[in-house]
């Protein structure tokens, strides 16, 4: 931990507190994580109290450089003077070529997986970093991760399960969709992510949920810039209102989301996705071992 952050242990402290379990909660700004960290049954708050003065260390590094996050990161040339999070987020965004995307497409999951790095260094065998629903994960030999997929981001209780091993390679679950804390181009209630990465399964989760869109009297739809002016998307239209769908319309908005995903994974860009849309849910058959009924 560096002395920047270091030194502000008590003034930051207020945004820091231990959940029941023994995970830390840290609400401090537009970021509201979670952190666990387990040496197999053993749980490791002091670690996961680490991590966390780390993730406000990482929230005013990247603070300083907010017209640099919302430019087109295809037009971005990565510079030393960036610091190693924001690189992550310019790289993990290129990586999918998509003109209009931003490196704030992939912030959440940069950061969670910042954090994930700099714990597991230290120890533990099993460390979660819950940033919003954009999820990093590591695992040591012989641990297993359970994480809930909800069928609308602000449902209470997750309705499906995915179950990822050590052997998997896999260490990145993000979520996005209409109701959640961004702006979203689709109607999908809840596009979850599986890939190698953090930061590639928040970027995927934006464009597969943005590829969930049809036209429909029930659907409101309005310039970003006139919900938030200093919007990294300005021009783009974005969902204001989902009503109630016909099924035709349902199960056209999941198929578009459906081969995205699909598209994404043949590339090797994700490992797999999950779409809920009004009752509805589809994923890609790579995460069918993994995934259960709750």
Same mark, same amino acid.
């Given at each position: 931990m560096?002395?920047?952050?270091k030194?502000n242990r008590?003034?930051d402290?207020?945004?820091?507190?231990?959940?029941?379990y023994?995970a830390?909660?840290?609400?401090?700004?537009?970021m509201?994580m979670?952190?666990?960290?387990?040496?197999?049954?053993k749980v490791?708050t @002091?670690?996961? /109290?680490?991590?966390a003065f780390y993730?406000?260390?990482?929230?005013?590094?990247?603070?300083k450089f907010l017209p640099?996050?919302?430019r087109?990161?295809v037009?971005?040339?990565?510079?030393d003077?960036?610091?190693?999070v924001l690189?992550r987020?310019? /790289?993990?965004?290129?990586e999918?070529?998509e003109?209009?995307?931003?490196p704030l497409?992939?912030?959440? #999951?940069?950061? @969670?997986?910042?954090?994930?790095?700099?714990v597991?260094?230290?120890?533990?065998?099993?460390?979660?970093v819950?940033?919003g629903?954009d999820?990093a994960?590591?695992?040591?030999?012989?641990?297993v991760?359970?994480?809930?997929?909800?069928?609308? +981001?602000?449902?209470l209780?997750p309705?499906?399960?995915?179950?990822i091993?050590?052997?998997? #390679?896999?260490?990145?679950v993000?979520?996005?969709?209409f109701g959640?804390?961004?702006?979203?181009?689709?109607?999908?209630?809840?596009?979850?992510?599986l890939?190698?990465?953090?930061?590639l399964a928040d970027?995927?989760?934006?464009?597969?949920?943005?590829?969930t869109t049809?036209?429909?009297?029930? +659907?409101?739809?309005?310039?970003?810039?006139?919900?938030y002016?200093?919007t990294?998307?300005?021009?783009q239209w974005?969902?204001t209102r989902?009503?109630?769908?016909?099924?035709?319309?349902?199960?056209?908005?999941?198929e578009?989301?459906?081969?995205?995903?699909s598209?994404l994974?043949?590339?090797g860009?994700?490992?797999?996705?999950?779409i809920?849309l009004?009752?509805?849910?589809?994923?890609?058959?790579p995460?069918?071992?993994?995934?259960?009924?709750?």
């Amino acid at each position: 931990m560096t002395k920047s952050h270091k030194a502000n242990r008590e003034q930051d402290f207020n945004g820091i507190q231990q959940l029941p379990y023994g995970a830390i909660l840290v609400d401090y700004g537009p970021m509201r994580m979670s952190i666990s960290v387990h040496e197999y049954e053993k749980v490791l708050t @002091s670690l996961a /109290r680490e991590g966390a003065f780390y993730a406000i260390h990482l929230l005013e590094e990247l603070s300083k450089f907010l017209p640099v996050m919302k430019r087109r990161s295809v037009e971005i040339d990565i510079q030393d003077t960036f610091p190693e999070v924001l690189q992550r987020m310019v /790289r993990a965004t290129k990586e999918f070529g998509e003109e209009e995307l931003t490196p704030l497409a992939a912030v959440a #999951g940069s950061i @969670s997986e910042m954090i994930a790095d700099f714990v597991y260094e230290k120890g533990g065998t099993k460390v979660l970093v819950d940033n919003g629903g954009d999820i990093a994960i590591r695992l040591r030999e012989g641990e297993v991760a359970r994480v809930g997929i909800k069928v609308e +981001i602000e449902a209470l209780r997750p309705t499906y399960l995915l179950t990822i091993d050590s052997t998997m #390679g896999m260490e990145g679950v993000a979520t996005s969709g209409f109701g959640g804390r961004s702006f979203t181009k689709g109607i999908a209630s809840a596009a979850t992510v599986l890939a190698k990465k953090a930061s590639l399964a928040d970027a995927a989760a934006t464009i597969i949920g943005n590829f969930t869109t049809v036209d429909d009297p029930n +659907i409101s739809r309005a310039l970003a810039e006139k919900i938030y002016p200093d919007t990294d998307i300005t021009g783009q239209w974005i969902t204001t209102r989902v009503g109630p769908l016909p099924l035709k319309k349902v199960e056209e908005a999941l198929e578009k989301g459906l081969s995205k995903a699909s598209m994404l994974h043949q590339k090797g860009l994700i490992h797999g996705a999950f779409i809920a849309l009004q009752g509805r849910t589809v994923w890609t058959d790579p995460i069918n071992p993994l995934i259960s009924y709750l």
